[in-house]
């Protein structure tokens, strides 16, 4: 499996210089969020492969804006679960 290779042009670097110290930790603050590196839930136990009924239609939809905007569906809806266990307690 090969890793995608990222290019940015110079306007988005001049961008990224431009931050300051607190939206660079925002952002990793939401990387790690968004890619469950910092939810505690997923960390400390293993994973169980489970069987779910979804609707077509919402599967697809879900699956669409997933890669849209360059996640994978199913570590998504992990991060979902993370959040509104989080947001519950």
Request: with cysteine.
């Amino acid at each position: 499996m090969t890793k995608a290779l990222q290019i940015f042009d110079d306007q988005y670097l001049e961008r990224c210089r431009k931050l300051s110290p607190d939206d660079i930790v925002k952002f990793l603050d939401e990387f790690r969020q968004l890619h469950g590196t910092n939810a505690s839930i997923q960390l400390t136990s293993k994973s169980k492969l489970i069987s779910i009924k979804i609707p077509e239609d919402l599967l697809a939809a879900f699956k669409t804006k997933a890669q849209l905007h360059g996640l994978k569906y199913q570590t998504q809806i992990k991060v979902l679960m993370t959040e509104w266990l989080k947001n519950e307690i």
